[in-house]
T-cell receptor, first 110, second 112 residues
Framework: RKEVEQDPGPFNVPEGATVAFNCTYSNSASQSFFWYRQDCRKEPKLLMSVYSSGNEDGRFTAQLNRASQYISLLIRDSKLSDSATYLCVVSLSGNTPLVFGKGTRLSVIA | NAGVTQTPKFQVLKTGQSMTLQCAQDMNHEYMSWYRQDPGMGLRLIHYSVGAGITDQGEVPNGYNVSRSTTEDFPLRLLSAAPSQTSVYFC???????????FGPGTRLTVL
């Protein structure tokens, strides 16, 4: 089983739609969780960290379910500019390597 | 701050040639790492370093060497380039206790 698994998509959604991505991780000792965003031919950038209690940043909501070992990202009121690949990222502790999922591609259509 | 910088942006090599991809950061980050990204494969860790003088192998280290003589710089050396090393290479850095990892803009390498 891969360490971090994501549905590759693509998810094609109209502007204004709500879309959700899930990600599962295999190592129950994982401590830190993130969502990164990568635009075409660009470097990945942090979208948001994921906390145990769940957290929200504007139209984006991230949740963590430790018991089932999955992380979710919800995007409300999708914009054209949300089109990108979303990477689920997990790590064991502060100075251990981040483990990246292969990403989920989102296309928001006018 | 310039953040994480990488040079060159593009490079074409012939099989068997060697070269060094440069990476530098000005954020005083202890942790630095190199990834390669290929279509359908995601980001794969090549080597990483938790501080000057300390390096370790990642998932795909064969054919690559690294050294970390200063906090700022983390060069990646291709010893004898092969077509299988055609990829986009990203350098990244962060503080050792976790938090946001910053990536450089990438180097697009083609080996003929």
């Amino acid at each position: 089983r891969k360490e971090v698994e994501q549905d590759p998509g693509p998810f094609n959604v109209p502007e204004g739609a709500t879309v959700a991505f899930n990600c599962t991780y295999s190592n129950s000792a994982s401590q830190s969780f993130f969502w990164y965003r990568q635009d075409c031919r660009k470097e990945p950038k942090l979208l948001m960290s994921v906390y145990s209690s769940g957290n929200e940043d504007g139209r984006f909501t991230a949740q963590l379910n430790r018991a089932s070992q999955y992380i979710s990202l919800l995007i409300r009121d999708s914009k054209l500019s949300d089109s990108a690949t979303y990477l689920c990222v997990v790590s064991l502790s502060g100075n251990t390597p981040l483990v990246f999922g292969k990403g989920t591609r989102l296309s928001v259509i006018a | 701050n310039a953040g994480v910088t990488q040079t060159p942006k593009f490079q074409v090599l012939k099989t068997g040639q060697s070269m060094t991809l440069q990476c530098a950061q000005d954020m005083n980050h202890e942790y630095m790492s190199w990834y390669r990204q290929d279509p359908g494969m995601g980001l794969r860790l090549i080597h990483y370093s938790v501080g000057a003088g300390i390096t370790d192998q990642g998932e795909v280290p064969n054919g690559y060497n690294v050294s970390r003589s200063t906090t700022e710089d983390f060069p990646l050396r291709l010893l004898s380039a092969a077509p299988s090393q055609t990829s986009v290479y990203f350098c990244a850095s962060r503080i050792n206790t976790g938090g946001e990892q910053f990536f450089g803009p990438g180097t697009r390498l083609t080996v003929l």
